[in-house]
């Protein structure tokens, strides 16, 4: 039994989305896709990922506009390309890079709990914006009310993803 192009399934290993097949592009089996990472290298030629727990090899990459034309090693026309309109685009966490110290990628911090200074429960972290000059984190206070917070050092004082919890100095007046 081959299991080259699909995944073991008694071993379940941790996914990340990474992006959505939008529709096919083209009669050569090229597909349009959003993308949900915030790996600019992730959808590179070379890279590997998988749709419905099968694996594709990125052949080629272009940006178009918002999105991203990918090909992929074993889809050669629009019939094919046709079959994965809507799927989830995925990688294993095993087959992400590492970051520096101090620097996380999205899906780690999304859910985290977020306490303040002083240990008292402020809500959980449920989005995060992109601005340029650095992210803007939007903490759900659960009373159907969020606040945003900048993500800088001044005011994000500690990230622990084992205890899955982040320390925060709330700017004056923000609350």
Not at 73 to 94: H, M, P, R
């Amino acid at each position: 039994m081959s299991t080259s192009n699909s995944l073991f399934n008694s071993a379940k290993k941790p996914e990340i989305l990474v992006g959505k097949v939008l529709r096919p592009w083209g009669i050569k089996g090229v597909i349009k896709i959003l993308s949900l990472s915030d790996n600019d290298t992730r959808f590179c030629v070379g890279n590997s990922i998988y749709i419905e727990e099968k694996k594709y090899i990125i052949n080629d990459m272009k940006k178009s506009k918002n999105n991203i034309l990918i090909s992929l090693d074993t889809i050669k026309n629009a019939n094919q390309a046709e079959l994965l309109k809507g799927k989830s685009i995925k990688v294993f966490l095993e087959d992400i890079s590492s970051l520096e110290s101090g620097n996380y990628y999205h899906f780690q911090l999304l859910g985290l709990k977020v306490f303040t200074e002083e240990r008292k429960y402020l809500g959980d972290l449920r989005d995060i914006l992109n601005t340029g000059a650095n992210d803007i984190y939007i903490i759900s206070l659960g009373n159907s009310k969020d606040i945003l917070l900048p993500a800088i050092k001044d005011v994000v004082l500690e990230i622990d993803l084992n205890k899955e919890h982040m320390i925060v100095k709330i700017p004056k007046g923000l609350l």
